[in-house]
C-alpha cells in the first residue's frame, strides 16, 4: 500500500509593508501605493492606503499607524488538490483603485501580477467600513489580518463564505510577462474600463463589468513603464477617446481607443520613459470657478512625462486654435494632439542627491500639485499650478526681461564691445541669448510668445524621506490650512507620511516638509536570516542585519522592534538567533563576533558579550536542561574556527532577573565552522554535538568529554545546515552542494544521497517525532522530504527570493520560512491527504503548461511580420513597418480556454444523443400507448439537453468563452446554433445565447454562407435575437423608469411630515404612474 502524508500549504504570510523593487524577479512599478477612497468619504482619517506585500495586498490606517486589512487570493492547484484555499504564491507588481459614485457601489481593485495575469477584487462597502472603524484592532482574526488553514474559517475580507463570493476577477492576457501597469478609466462616462501594460510592450484594455478583453494595442519595443486614460474637450482632438501610454523604448504613444490605432509619437526623449501622468490642471485659485460650463468646457489637460536623462517634459493638450496665429494654423499639423510646453525645472540652489533618471511622476487628485521622484533618490519635488492669471503675469515678465536682454546685447553690439571667447568655441549663432534664458533642454523650438510649463507650475517644496523612495502617493484631502501630504514607500520596506504646508504668502524660500509618522514596526528593512520559534510555538524572533523583531505567531502583530548594538552603540549585523528556555530572553549571534542577549518583555539588551569570538558566528544552538540538571548551555560556531560552549547563569546586583553568558569549554578545529547543533538526548553521556566546517564533513564529538566520535563526508561542498531526528537515529544535511545526505548516527554510514533544489541548501528542520524534514535553499522554493523512504513529497513556492532560515513548530502544525524577499511565510498542515505519484504527475503537467505557454506568447503581429520576410503574403520587406497591425484581439488561447472548449463539444455530443433517446423512447411509448414520460438522466443532472448546454455555457469565465468557441470544429458550431435557437424560444440565457451567436456567425462567416442547410436556421436565429433581445431592452427601460419615478416621488415626501393617523400609506404614493 503507498504510504500516504498530510499535504502543507501556505496560510499567510507578514513581515512585509512595501515590496516594490525587493527583488529582481519582481520587476519596479511606479503604481505601487493607492488609497480606497469613494466620493461618499469626506474625512481622509477614512481612507486607507494599500501597499504591495508579496501575494497580498495591505491597508494602513495612517491616523492611528497600523494595518487595517489584507486583501488576498487563494490559490487552486492543478488537479483539484489541495484545500484551495491557500495563499497565491505570486507576486504582485502594481495595483490601482477604481473610483466610486456613492457608498453603495463596490470599490473596484485592479492589480498585476509577476505571471502575467490581472486580477480585480471587488471590495464590499460595509466590509470596508468595519475595517475603517474606529474600534480596536486587537482582535487581528476579526479584523482580516489573519488567515489561518488550522480552523474553519478564513479572515481575508470576513469569513470564508463571504471572501469565497469576493473571489477575485482573472484576466488573462500577457502571456507569461509581468504586469508592470494597471490603471482604471477614471473620467466621467467610463464605467468599468481597465488598462494593463506588460514587459512584453503590449497594452491591452479590459471591460471589467462584462469581465472580457476588448482588444490590445502594439507598438512599443520594449517593456510599458506608464498608461494614463485622457477625454480632451474643448481642443483640437475634440471628442476623442485617448490613451496615453510610454515605454522603455524611448516613445511616448498617443492612441484613439475608438480607431484603436496610434494618432502620435511622442519622440525626442534621450533615453527610456520611465513614467508618466497625465491630469487635469486645477490651480488652486480656479477649484472653485470649474464648476461652470464656461471653464468646464475649456479644460486644461497637461501630460509630465520623466525621462532617463533627467528632464521632466511637459506636454499640452490645449486648443491649439485659441493661441495660434492664422499662419500657425495653415503649418500646424492637424493630426497632433499633444503639443511640448516645456520642462520642469528646479530652482538654481536646489541640488538633487542623484543624477539619475525619473523614477515617478503623479498628479495630486485635485491636479493642484505635481510630484516628481528620481530613482535610488530621497527626495520628491513638489510643483504647484499657477491660475490662469499668475501664468499670464509670469510670461509678460518672461517676455519683458527678454527684451531687456536683447536691447542690452544690441547696445553692446553697437558699441563694439563684445565677451572674449576661446578658440575652441563655436560662433555665436543669432538665438544663442534665447537659448541661454532657460537651462531646460529644449526638444522642439518653442516660441517665446507662448505660455511655457515653468509659467503654469512654480516650485513649491521638497519631501525628504530617511531612505531611498520607491513610490509616493499624494492623501486624496487637503490639510487644514491648505497644505498637502504625501505617502512614502521607502525601499527599507516602510512607509512615511510627510507634511507639506502652504507656504505664506510673502514667503521667497521652498517650503520643506515635515515627517508626520512612519510605518516600520511591520517590516524588515533587509533580508531575513533567522526565524526561531520559542517553546510554546506562541512567539517568533526574526533576525536581519541590525534589526530584531518579536513577533505573535496568532496574531502576525510584531511585539517588539529592537536595534542590534554593541556597548558603543555600533550597529551590529545579526546572523543567528534563539530563545533561551523559559521564552523571556533571546541569544542573537553577530558578525562582529559579539553575543547578545536581549529581554523579549521590555525589548532592552541586556547582556552583551563583546569579542565572544574572533569571527562571524554562523551558528548557535540552545542545549536543554536534563532532567536532574538546571544549568543550560549554549553552544556557537565561528569564522574563527572554534566551537564554544557557554553556561547561562543569572546576574549579580540589580539585573539578577536577567541571564548571562559564561565562557566554559573551547573545541578548536582546523576550519572555519558553518553549523553546529546538539543532539536531542537528555541522556548526558549520550549527548553528541555536531559541527560542519568549511572542508565539506561533519564532525560529531561526545559533549561531556568533547572526544571525537565519527567523521560523517560525502559533500562536495561546505556544508552549511545540518539535524538530527528526535530519536538520534539518522542526520539529514545540506550543502552548497545542492545535494541532501542522509546519515546514520550508528557507524557515520550514508543512507542515501538526495536531489532535488538547484542552488545550494541554506536550512534544514526535522519535523518532530518523524523522519520527515523541511529545507529551504537559494532556489526560493522549500521542500518536504520523506527520510525513510528517501523521497520528495512536496515542493513549497511562493518566495521571490532565496530562502535563508526555516522554524518548525513543535507539533509540526506550521512551518515558518524566512529570506531575502524580506518576508515570513506560514505553512500550515491541512487534512488534505498528498499522493505522491499524483503529485509527480501534478509537477510535470506544471512544467509542461509553462512550455505550451512560452509558445503561445507570440503576438499575431509577429506572425505576420514572419510571414512577410518569408515571402508568404508576396509583400515587401520596406512595407513590414506599414503592414504590421496596431491592434488585435485582447485575449489569447489558453489551458483555460482550450479545455473549456472541450467541455463545450463534450456537452453537445451528450445533448446530441440524449435528443435521440427522447425521440426513440417518444416514438417507442406511441406505438405501445404508453406513458411518455422519461427518467432524467443522470448525466445531464436531470435536465434537457438544451438547458444542460446552458449550463456548461454559464460555467465558462467570460473571458475564456471567445476563446474556447474558436477551439469548436465547424460540426459542433452548426449543432450548438442549434440548441441556441431551443433557448431562444424557450426564453432562456437571453444575453448569453445572443452574444454566442453572434460571434459564430462573425467567426465562421465564409463556411456558413457556404453551407445552404444554415440559411433556414440562421433566419429563424436571426428573428429569435431580435425579438428576445428587444423584449429585454423593454424590461429593462420600464424598470429604469419606474425605479427613477419612485426616487422622484420619495425626494419630493422626504421632506415631509407624515401624520399616520390621516393618511396611509396607500395615500403616500397615490401619485405613483399618473403623469
Known amino acids: 500500500m503507498q504510504h500516504t502524508y498530510l499535504r502543507y500549504e501556505c496560510a499567510d504570510a507578514f513581515s512585509l509593508s512595501c515590496s516594490s523593487g525587493s527583488t529582481p524577479s519582481v520587476p519596479h512599478s511606479s503604481s505601487i501605493l493607492a488609497f480606497l477612497r469613494s466620493k461618499g468619504k469626506s474625512n481622509s482619517s477614512n481612507h486607507p492606503v494599500l501597499s504591495l506585500a508579496g501575494s497580498q495586498l495591505i491597508g494602513y490606517d495612517l491616523r492611528r499607524g497600523e494595518p487595517l486589512m489584507k486583501i488576498g487570493h487563494r490559490e487552486v492547484l492543478s488537479g483539484g488538490v489541495g484545500t484551495g484555499r491557500a495563499l497565491n504564491s505570486g507576486q504582485i507588481v502594481c495595483l490601482d483603485v477604481s473610483e466610486t459614485n456613492n457608498r453603495d457601489n463596490d470599490v473596484k481593485v485592479a492589480t498585476g501580477w509577476v505571471d502575467g495575469s490581472v486580477r480585480v477584487f471587488s471590495l464590499d462597502p460595509k466590509e470596508m467600513a468595519r475595517f475603517t472603524s474606529s474600534g480596536s484592532s486587537d482582535d487581528a482574526s476579526q479584523n482580516g489580518l489573519v488567515h ?12 470564508s463564505d463571504e471572501f469565497a463570493c469576493k473571489e477575485p476577477l482573472l484576466l488573462n492576457g ?28 503590449v497594452v491591452i484594455l479590459w471591460d471589467v463589468v462584462a469581465e472580457t478583453g476588448l482588444f490590445r494595442l502594439l507598438g512599443h519595443r520594449g517593456p510599458v513603464t506608464g498608461i494614463s486614460f485622457i477625454c480632451p474637450t474643448g481642443s483640437s482632438a475634440s471628442g476623442m477617446d485617448g490613451l496615453v501610454t510610454s515605454g522603455a523604448d524611448g516613445l511616448v504613444k498617443v492612441w484613439d481607443l475608438n480607431g484603436q490605432c496610434c494618432v502620435q509619437t511622442l519622440t525626442g526623449h534621450r533615453g527610456s520613459v520611465g513614467c508618466l501622468d497625465c491630469s487635469i490642471l486645477c490651480p488652486p485659485g480656479e477649484a472653485s470657478s470649474n464648476a461652470s460650463d464656461d471653464v468646464e468646457s475649456k479644460k486644461k ?40 510646453v516645456g520642462s520642469l525645472q528646479p530652482p538654481a540652489n536646489f541640488s538633487s542627491s542623484s543624477n539619475e533618471g525619473i523614477a515617478s511622476v503623479h498628479f495630486h487628485h485635485n491636479g493642484h500639485y505635481v510630484g516628481v521622484c528620481r530613482a535610488n533618490d530621497r527626495v520628491i519635488e513638489i510643483y504647484a499650478a499657477r491660475s490662469e492669471v499668475e501664468a499670464q503675469k509670469k510670461r509678460r515678465r518672461r517676455l519683458r526681461r527678454r527684451r531687456e536682454k536683447q536691447s542690452v546685447a544690441a547696445n553692446a553690439s553697437e558699441k563694439g564691445e563684445s565677451k572674449k571667447r576661446g578658440l575652441l568655441d563655436d560662433p555665436e549663432s543669432d538665438d544663442e541669448q534665447d537659448k541661454a534664458e532657460s537651462k531646460e533642454d529644449q526638444l522642439v523650438e518653442l516660441s517665446p510668445d507662448m505660455v511655457k510649463a515653468m509659467d503654469e507650475f512654480e516650485f513649491r517644496g521638497t519631501i525628504r524621506a530617511t531612505h531611498k523612495i520607491r513610490g509616493f502617493a499624494f492623501t486624496p484631502v487637503l490639510e487644514r490650512g491648505g497644505g498637502i501630504r504625501v505617502v512614502v514607500a521607502l525601499a527599507t520596506n516602510a512607509l512615511e507620511v510627510h507634511s507639506l504646508p502652504k507656504p505664506s504668502k510673502n514667503a521667497q524660500v521652498a517650503v520643506t516638509s515635515e515627517k508626520v509618522s512612519a510605518l516600520d514596526m511591520y517590516g524588515h528593512p533587509t533580508g531575513i536570516r533567522s526565524v526561531s520559534l520559542s517553546s510554546e510555538d506562541s512567539m517568533a524572533c526574526t533576525v ?29 549585523y545579526c546572523l543567528c538567533a534563539a530563545f533561551l ?35 562571524a558566528i554562523w551558528s548557535l544552538d540552545i542545549r536543554q536542561p536534563s532532567p536532574g540538571q538546571d544549568t543550560m548551555s549554549l553552544v556557537t560556531g565561528s569564522a574563527d574556527k572554534t566551537v564554544k560552549f557557554f553556561e547561562v547563569e543569572s546576574q549579580e546586583g540589580e539585573n539578577s532577573r536577567h541571564p548571562m553568558l559564561v565562557h566554559a569549554r573551547t573545541l578548536q578545529m582546523s576550519d572555519d565552522v558553518m553549523c553546529v547543533r546538539f543532539s536531542h538526548s537528555t541522556d548526558p553521556t549520550k549527548r553528541l554535538v555536531f559541527v560542519a566546517s568549511l572542508d565539506s564533513t561533519i564532525k560529531v564529538f561526545f559533549d561531556d568529554s568533547l572526544k571525537f566520535f565519527l567523521s560523517l563526508y560525502g559533500h562536495k561542498l561546505p556544508v552549511l545546515a545540518f539535524d538530527s531526528s528526535d530519536d538520534d537515529t539518522i542526520l539529514a544535511s545540506g550543502g552548497a552542494d545542492k545535494s541532501i545526505k542522509i546519515f546514520g548516527l550508528d557507524f557515520g554510514d550514508t543512507h542515501r544521497t538526495l536531489y532535488g533544489h538547484e542552488d ?8 518532530k517525532r518523524t523522519h520527515n ?9 522549500v521542500r518536504f522530504w520523506d527520510g525513510d523512504r528517501f523521497q520528495q513529497i512536496l515542493l513549497l513556492n511562493g518566495h521571490a527570493s532565496e530562502v535563508c532560515s526555516l522554524a518548525v513548530s513543535r507539533t509540526g502544525a506550521f512551518v515558518l520560512s524566512g529570506g531575502m524577499d524580506r518576508q515570513v511565510r506560514v505553512w500550515e498542515r491541512t487534512k488534505d491527504i498528498v499522493f505522491l505519484d499524483e503529485e509527480r504527475e501534478r509537477e510535470l503537467e506544471e512544467v509542461f503548461d509553462k512550455v505550451d505557454g512560452s509558445k503561445r506568447d507570440e503576438n499575431t503581429s509577429d506572425v505576420l511580420l514572419r510571414a512577410q520576410k518569408d515571402g508568404d503574403e508576396g509583400l515587401d520587406a520596406d512595407d513590414e513597418t506599414d503592414e504590421k497591425p496596431q491592434s488585435e484581439a485582447a485575449v489569447k488561447q489558453s489551458i483555460l480556454s482550450v479545455s473549456a472548449g472541450d467541455r463545450i463539444m463534450e456537452a453537445v455530443e451528450l445533448a446530441d444523443e440524449e435528443s435521440k433517446e427522447i425521440a426513440a423512447f417518444k416514438k417507442l411509448q406511441e406505438d405501445k400507448s404508453g406513458d411518455n414520460r422519461r427518467a432524467p438522466n443522470p448525466m445531464l443532472f436531470g435536465m434537457d439537453p438544451s438547458q444542460y448546454v446552458l449550463w456548461v455555457l454559464r460555467s465558462v469565465k467570460s473571458v475564456d468563452l471567445e476563446q474556447s468557441l474558436l477551439v469548436l470544429p465547424l460540426k459542433h458550431v ?17 444575453e448569453l445565447c445572443a452574444k454566442i451567436s453572434v460571434f459564430l456567425i462573425k467567426a465562421h462567416q465564409a463556411q456558413i454562407v457556404a453551407n445552404r442547410t444554415m440559411m433556414t436556421p440562421l433566419r429563424e436565429l436571426q428573428t429569435l435575437v431580435r425579438m428576445r433581445t428587444t423584449e429585454i431592452r423593454d424590461t429593462a427601460g420600464f424598470n429604469i423608469a419606474a425605479m427613477r419615478i419612485i426616487a422622484r416621488i420619495a425626494n419630493e415626501k422626504k421632506n415631509e411630515r407624515i401624520n399616520y393617523e390621516e393618511k396611509s400609506m396607500k395615500d403616500i404614493w397615490a401619485g405613483l404612474g399618473k403623469a
Open 148 to 159: 489561518s488553514l488550522l480552523h474553519g474559517n478564513s479572515n481575508f475580507l470576513g469569513s
Open 174 to 201: 500577457h502571456g507569461s510577462s509581468p504586469v508592470q501597469f494597471v490603471v482604471f478609466d477614471k473620467n466621467k462616462g467610463s464605467v468599468g474600463r481597465l488598462a494593463s501594460a506588460g514587459s512584453d510592450g
Open 301 to 340: 489637460w497637461r501630460l509630465v512625462t520623466g525621462c532617463e536623462d533627467g528632464q521632466v517634459r511637459v506636454w499640452s493638450v490645449e486648443d491649439l486654435e485659441a493661441e495660434s496665429t492664422s499662419e500657425d494654423k495653415e503649418s500646424a499639423d492637424n493630426d497632433e494632439v499633444f503639443r511640448y
Open 544 to 572: 536581519s542585519k541590525n534589526v530584531v523583531k518579536i513577533w505573535n505567531v496568532s496574531s502576525r502583530s510584531c511585539l517588539r522592534s529592537i536595534a542590534a548594538a554593541s556597548s558603543g552603540n555600533a550597529s551590529c
Open 581 to 615: 528556555p523559559g521564552n523571556m530572553h533571546v541569544v542573537l549571534g553577530t558578525r562582529e563576533g559579539h553575543l547578545l542577549l536581549i529581554d523579549v518583555a521590555s525589548g532592552d539588551i541586556v547582556y552583551r558579550e563583546e569579542n565572544a569570538h574572533d569571527g
Open 760 to 767: 545550494s541548501i541554506t536550512d534544514l528542520r526535522f519535523v
Open 773 to 781: 524534514f523541511f529545507t529551504c535553499s537559494k532556489d526560493s522554493t
Open 974 to 990: 452548426e449543432r450548438l446554433m442549434h440548441y441556441l435557437i431551443l433557448l431562444l424560444r424557450a426564453g432562456k440565457g437571453i
